[in-house]
């Protein structure tokens, strides 16, 4: 049974940074795809980033761009999500994703994803 669990939400101000990470368990295969959604409210869910753990490919909404940052450790099954120069309009419960994919190929769109964790809550105060 696979499990998510995120950790690193809270509140900030804007400009700021925030690191979430993800705890993966019950991830047996070395082949998948970790990453990132967020849904602010009264808005729909949206993918932030995503990271193929073979190869390491890196996959970014725009908004993210040369804010964020995806990393993994395949070792510990974590992924982690760097956000830098945060914006109030970044505010929203950010859910760690997973799928078993052999391709590498990491789309950064939801039904793509069959593993969710509970979501962190992220704050950004003007």
């Known amino acids: 049974q696979v499990q998510l669990v995120e950790s690193g939400g809270g509140s900030v101000q804007a400009g700021g940074s925030l690191r979430l990470s993800c705890a993966g368990s019950g991830l047996i295969s070395s082949r998948y795809c970790l990453g990132w959604f967020r849904q602010a409210p009264g808005k729909e869910r949206e993918g932030v980033a995503a990271?193929?753990?073979?190869?390491?490919?890196?996959y970014y909404a725009d908004s993210a761009k040369g804010r964020f940052t995806i990393s993994r450790d395949i070792a510990k099954s974590t992924v982690h999500l760097q956000m830098n120069s945060l914006k109030p309009e970044d505010t929203a419960m950010y859910y760690c994703?997973?799928?078993?994919?052999?391709?590498?190929?990491?789309?950064?769109?939801?039904?793509?994803?069959?593993?969710w964790g509970q979501g962190t809550q992220v704050t950004v105060s003007s």
């Open positions: 994703v997973a799928a078993f994919r052999n391709s590498g190929y990491c789309p950064l769109s939801e039904p793509y994803y069959n593993y």
């Open positions: 990271i193929a753990t073979v190869g390491g490919t890196t």
